[in-house]
T-cell receptor, first 115, second 117 residues
Framework: NAGVTQTPKFQVLKTGQSMTLQCAQD?????MYWYRQDPGMGLRLIYY???????DKGEVPNGYNVSRLNKREFSLRLESAAPSQTSVYFC??????????????FGNGTRLTVT | AQTVTQSQPEMSVQEAETVTLSCTYD???????LFWYKQPPSRQMILVIR??????QNATENRFSVNFQKAAKSFSLKISDSQLGDTAMYFC??????????????FGKGTHLIIQP
């Protein structure tokens, strides 16, 4: 089972460039999330999607947009990258049927550097 | 909103020692879930242990155990017989019982645990 797949693993952008981080899960989960991880800050929720067709802001949504393309895929877009968006980004998913075993299934992260 | 506080940014112990990582949280909920995640240098997020607030018995998983004090809103992780492979970031996390959607995990800032040979 692939679980949660994120692409790319690494990315370097110049200030002002745009890019989309891709995420797909094969566990038929309803909920999907994007977190960012910064040193000394833990993981902070950017956006989440409780079900296909819905998205909502988390704690730190500014500078990002998301799309829940279908039940499997949840993408994160940076329209105009800024150095403050240098971070490690994690996609995660959850489903109530798997909750007891693992509340969130994480991808392996994308390390993004904005210069 | 819930908050999770980990007051130890970094800890270092010798191999085979026992170490305790602290976590406190703030919530008005009466039922909820608490978790400890391990993040080794590979960046993978690994669930270590979970505790359901309505269960009085402290959870254990092999060398990992928790001390859950509901009234004090404290959820510490004890690692016994520590091993070099335990070197990692450890995150405490809180989840409301409804799970998913807006009630995704709220994380603490993490504790970097270093096991010295």
């Amino acid at each position: 089972n692939a679980g949660v797949t994120q692409t790319p693993k690494f990315q370097v952008l110049k200030t002002g460039q745009s890019m989309t981080l891709q995420c797909a899960q094969d566990m038929n989960h309803n909920s999907m999330y994007w977190y960012r991880q910064d040193p000394g800050m833990g993981l902070r929720l950017i956006y989440y999607s409780a079900s296909e067709g819905t998205t909502d802001k988390g704690e730190v949504p500014n500078g990002y947009n998301v799309s829940r393309l279908n039940k499997r895929e949840f993408s994160l877009r940076l329209e105009s990258a800024a150095p403050s968006q240098t971070s490690v980004y994690f996609c995660a998913s959850s489903g109530r049927e798997s909750f007891y075993n693992s509340p969130l299934h994480f991808g392996n992260g994308t390390r993004l550097t904005v210069t | 909103a819930q908050t999770v506080t980990q007051s130890q940014p970094e800890m270092s112990v010798q191999e085979a020692e026992t170490v305790t990582l602290s976590c406190t949280y703030d919530t008005s909920e009466s039922n909820y879930y608490l978790f400890w995640y391990k993040q080794p240098p590979s960046r993978q997020m690994i669930l270590v242990i979970r505790q359901e607030a309505y269960k009085q018995q402290n959870a254990t998983e092999n060398r990992f155990s928790v001390n859950f004090q509901k009234a004090a809103k404290s959820f510490s992780l004890k690692i016994s017989d520590s091993q070099l492979g335990d070197t990692a970031m450890y995150f405490c996390a809180f989840m409301k019982p409804s799970g998913g959607g807006a009630d995704g995990l709220t994380f603490g800032k993490g504790t970097h645990l270093i096991i010295q040979p």
